[in-house]
């Protein structure tokens, strides 16, 4: 066990430690934005949340103070600065992640934003204005298309955060929230909005399969709706419908373009 772990649990549960605790919390939040420590990591097809990582982040609000910081004549007011160590990423201006937050080398980043907590792998691109929330897990070789609302998972500690897994595509204004699971290589098209309680619905069998907070690797998402009967009457509500799956391919590229081709995805 981490020696920080014992004294970061004991100050969640009791603000009265804080101060005691202050040095640790200081060195896990250093230590997520160097990529030495997750707030969750996979073994196999599983994920672990280490709640206390989660908690290191929420204390860490509470001990940083308000300073004024500038970039050129850009005057900001907050407690946590942007990251400074950028070796080996691409920022384009007013892109900006947050100290705490991970950005493996090779991840371009556009005008948007990246969280404290967040994990980006290499290779990803979080296009125009998207966004990754706290604690938000971005696998290699994603992309986050332009508008992109990925959500921050903080409380509850042991909640799951939101995870994109390796070669996703998140297409444009699609927001995933509330710790959904899209799993490799999956290709979400334009607007589709995914939270815990959403139906993922499989429509590409004889019958449908309906699913919550999880897309099957390589499965081809698309928005739709359906209806349901009210006091006042029926109303069509959100879904998600998986209309197939991405070819299994050693060319991913060739692999994304037949699938938003073959079923038409807009992205």
């Known amino acids: 066990m981490d020696d920080r772990r014992a004294l970061i649990e004991a100050a969640a549960a009791d603000r009265s430690r804080l101060p005691a605790a202050a040095e640790a919390i200081r060195s896990v939040i250093a230590d997520l934005d160097a990529g030495r420590l997750r707030v969750a990591t996979q073994e196999g097809d599983t994920w672990t949340v280490h709640a206390w990582v989660k908690q290191a982040i ?144 499989d429509v590409s069998g004889p019958e449908e399969r309906v699913i919550k907070g999880e897309v099957p690797a390589r499965a081809v998402v698309i928005p739709g709706s359906r209806p349901r009967r009210f006091p006042a009457g029926e109303y069509h509500l959100p879904c998600a419908l998986i209309v197939g799956t991405r070819t299994e391919s050693t060319d991913s590229k060739t692999s994304l373009e037949d699938a938003l081709r073959q079923f038409s995805v807009a992205v």
Not at 62 to 69: D, F, K, P, Q
Not at 87 to 102: L, M, Q
Request: negative net charge; hydrophobic residues 45%.
């Open 58 to 201: 929420l204390l860490y609000f509470a001990i940083a103070e308000l300073t004024v910081m500038e970039a050129g004549d850009l005057r900001y007011h907050d407690k946590i600065p942007p990251k400074t160590d950028l070796a080996g990423i691409r920022v384009v201006p007013p892109g900006t992640a947050r100290y705490g937050s991970h950005l493996e080398p090779g991840v371009i980043l556009m005008p948007g934003f990246v969280n404290i907590g967040a994990w980006v792998g290499a290779g990803t691109m979080v296009d125009t204005w998207a966004t990754v929330g706290s604690c938000a897990q971005i696998g290699r070789g994603v992309h986050l298309a332009g508008g992109v609302g990925i959500g921050g998972v903080l409380e509850p500690p042991g909640a799951r955060p939101v995870i994109i897994e390796d070669g996703a595509f998140i297409g444009s204004r699609c927001v995933v929230v509330e710790g959904v699971r899209v799993g490799r290589e999956a290709v979400l098209g334009a607007g589709v909005v995914l939270t815990a309680t959403t139906p993922i619905i």
